[in-house]
Nanobody
Framework: EVQLVESGGGLVQAGGSLRLSCAASGFTFDDYAIGWFRQAPGKEREGVSCISSTDSSTYYTDSVKGRFTISSDNAKNTVYLQMSSLKPEDTAVYYC??????????????????????????WGQGTQVTVSS
């Protein structure tokens, strides 16, 4: 059973930083892409970032490029999302998701698949990120 546990959320002032962690069990990252999504009240869940173990590629949505960095510690089966220069519009519940790829896939492709077909991925419970003005 694939299990994902997010942590690291909290309250931070605009311009501050947080590091989110996604600890995975039940699989290894070798065959997976791990994505970060977020959902603000009244809005659809959106893809934020993704890392693919199949080709070591990363993906970032335009609104977080240059501010967020995704990384992985494969020995710990953990993926991190380092968030800096946080803005109030980053406020959301952040979820990580795991997608098992059939063959090589780029992070951007994996993010697209996870965004379109949410039922084929495993999800964590989410961690709240609140950025104050």
């Amino acid at each position: 059973e694939v299990q994902l546990v997010e942590s690291g959320g909290g309250l931070v002032q605009a311009g501050g930083s947080l590091r989110l962690s996604c600890a995975a069990s039940g699989f290894t990252f070798d065959d997976y892409a791990i994505g970060w999504f977020r959902q603000a009240p009244g809005k659809e869940r959106e893809g934020v970032s993704c890392i693919s173990s199949t080709d070591s590629s990363t993906y970032y949505t335009d609104s977080v490029k240059g501010r967020f960095t995704i990384s992985s510690d494969n020995a710990k089966n953990t993926v991190y999302l380092q968030m800096s220069s946080l803005k109030p519009e980053d406020t959301a519940v952040y979820y990580c998701a795991a997608y098992e790829s059939i063959g090589a896939i780029t992070a951007a492709q994996a993010m697209g698949v996870m965004s379109l077909i949410k039922t084929i991925v495993s999800w964590g419970q989410g961690t709240q990120v609140t950025v104050s003005s």
